[in-house]
């Protein structure tokens, strides 16, 4: 180990070299002694913190661990990202267009149809004429006509009210709108030409055609007149028809008396039909057109002519108006049937052309509800009555 020598004392003669080297020794021993102390001092401390750190991380994992015990979702959650992290830039991946070539489309010609006005007493945009025509007359306290007893039971008290309209497209007259541009075509007339109206009218080629023998053709034009065709037949570059007649939608004026027109009465037939525009708004805003038998030879206004196979003054003439009587009970009916039954009560029903007693007029159109139409057939003729309009004309 060396000598143990105070600093303090003078060193022997002789041995200041020896005395150097075991003191460097011992103290080179001491100093390893008291390193390998810390050194196992330190990793005795290190080891007792991480043992601490150790026990405590396994305490909070298994805190966590039971709360998720009762938390637990369903799905896994997403990871989220170190909250120190570098974010990784994304070069965005340019998207080259692909040019759409636009397919052509070749129109197609439409066929006119019937365009739902704005309103029942409208039609291509006009006034389905003046406020105070006869066809838009609130009949609803008129007086009863002298004569409607015997006309009423001649016509038939028993019988029934019938759609002659329905979803058969074979059914009811059919109408078209056109635009005031339409262009017009020649018209030649194969029968009454001298009661006609001359063309050309605004009748497309196309246009729908009634079926059965009548084969009238109806246009509402947007220049506010309606051309109406009686026993229309297509030509190579228009119409042939046994008579034909133009009315202004603007005026009240009637045709010369005498005169017929497309119908057998001399009246206009559209402003007379059912029309599925005006039950959708859920009211009708003028008389219906209506057939009977037999009528006598006279006629009352608005009508101008007569078809008649009798002077029996018992018998009603064309252009009489009936009126469903303001007892006749209409809690029962509903949709399109009650919406008629309203009119009958306020604007009546006109006399028009010879045909099956008690038979109503109405578009053709094949979303017609034939049940619903079919309620009318419950109406017996004596509910109705015959208004006062004027005297029979011979």
Known sequence: MGHKVSITDPAPQGATVAFVRDDLLM?????????SVVILTTASASAAHVNSMQDAAYKVKKKHTAVKRHTAVKHKPTPKAPKHATPVPITPVPITPVPVTPVPVTPVPATPTPIVSTGSATIAGC??????NPWRRNVSADPIAPQSGSWITNIGTSGHLHPDFGSDPSYGIPYVVVPASQTKVPI????????SDPGPYPVPLNAPKEAGGDAHVLVASGDCHLYELYGA???????????????????????????TSADAAGLPILPGLVRPDEIAAGHIDHALRFTVSRTQRGYIHPATH?????????????????RLKASFDTSSYHGAALIIL???????????????????SGATYTGWNDDDLNQLKNVAGGNFEVVSSGPVLH
């Open 27 to 35: 103290h080179g021993r001491i100093w390893t002694v008291l390193f």
């Open 127 to 132: 006034p389905l004429f003046p406020a105070d």
């Open 188 to 195: 030649t007339f194969t029968d009454y030409g001298d009661e």
């Open 233 to 259: 037949q297509r030509t190579s570059d228009g119409w042939a028809a046994a008579s034909g007649a133009v009315f202004d939608l603007q005026s009240n004026a009637l045709r010369p008396d005498g005169w």
């Open 306 to 322: 007569q078809a008649g196979s009798t002077t029996d003054s018992n018998v009603i003439p064309m252009g009489a108006r009936l």
């Open 342 to 360: 309203k009119t009958l009560k306020t604007y009546g029903m006109i006399v028009a052309d010879n045909g099956s007693n008690w038979y109503i």
